[in-house]
């Protein structure tokens, strides 16, 4: 079981230890179920927004018991969550829509959360409390896009561009552009949201893209052994940071805060803690892509 469930992940190197010993069995399973009653993936992920959804409306009713019935429903739906994509690399039917759409649902899911406990505080608060929870869901929105890069970064040198999502701004522009609207509206809406977002990415990652055209044109064919391996090991121990600002973290300060009934706690964790994670992640990428390309530079002389 252990083994086919290894079977269904990205890779090891990324995987959160929560997700390894909770989500990723559950999710197997329901991959199991779905895949037998020939359920889609991106069913699936519908299927988890929806009940996530359902979940952040719970957190507006000051109730305990309300508020662990949200916070059974959010379980709920990340499992599903995990299933979608084990669900889709199982049965060979991963897709950039199944991707964004795996990306929205997250999306979904903490813009009902702010939501609920913005209208919930808002009695002692007044409209301030969404200034905070909009300043909040825009840290959020960067803080869960560049621990997926960083994570797709990681898994094109681990193992290779079959093995990651890893995308290019400047490829899914010339295929946006390569579409007509007339061929179909909504593919070609698709490559333009899957374009912007990668490019909101990369404005985070100069020193990366930097990096990676020099070793384009250094090797063509594709980056040699000792680099890859050379740059998994700067890579990798910022895979634990890039797990902390996804999920299981921030949603454990969230059921604390509503356990000790001050919501507003999550919003200053996400600014102050969360934050400070991203910009340590975001430095410590770009520095060492920066060196990286000095060394080949000094080879290429």
């Known amino acids: ?19 390894i010993r909770f989500y990723r069995p559950i999710g197997y399973r329901w991959a199991l179920l779905f895949r037998k009653w020939g359920v889609h993936p991106n069913t699936v992920t519908l299927a988890a927004m929806l009940i996530g ?16 019935a949200g ?3 959010l379980v709920w739906a990340n499992s599903y969550d995990s299933a979608d994509g084990q669900l889709a690399r199982m049965t060979g039917q991963t897709s950039p829509l199944g991707r964004m759409l795996d990306g929205f649902c997250g999306e ?38 560049m621990a997926d890069y960083y994570r797709n970064v990681h898994l094109f040198f681990l193992k290779g561009r079959s093995g990651s999502e890893l995308a290019d701004a400047r490829t899914l522009l010339e295929n946006f552009e390569r579409k007509k609207w007339a061929d179909g509206f909504m593919s070609k809406l698709s490559d333009y949201l899957y374009y912007s977002y990668t490019k909101g990415q ?3 990652a100069k020193q990366f893209l930097r990096m990676r055209d020099v070793l384009t044109q250094k090797y063509p064919d594709g980056a040699p052994e000792w680099f890859r391996s050379a740059f998994r090991s700067k890579s990798f121990p910022l895979m634990k940071y890039t797990n902390m600002l996804s999920f299981n973290t921030r949603v454990v300060v ?12 999550y919003f200053a964790f996400e600014l102050t803690v969360l934050n400070a994670l ?24």
């Open 1 to 19: 079981m252990a083994s086919d469930i290894e079977a269904t992940l990205k890779s090891l190197d990324t995987e959160e230890f929560i997700d």
């Open 108 to 145: 979904v899911w903490f813009s009902c959360i702010y939501a609920a406990i913005c209208l919930r505080l808002m009695p002692q608060w007044g409209l301030w409390i969404w200034v905070l929870g909009a300043v909040t869901g825009f840290f959020h929105g960067k803080q869960a896009a």
């Open 254 to 265: 969230l059921f604390i805060s509503l356990f000790v009934n001050i919501p507003w706690i």
């Open 278 to 301: 991203l910009a340590y992640m975001v430095v410590t990428h770009e520095r060492f892509c920066r060196l990286f390309v000095d060394r080949l530079a000094k080879e290429a002389a």
């Open 71 to 73: 916070m059974i429903l």
């Open 202 to 204: 990369e404005a985070w």
């Open 53 to 68: 959804a359902a979940a952040g409306a719970c957190f507006y009713f000051n109730s305990l018991w309300v508020n662990i």
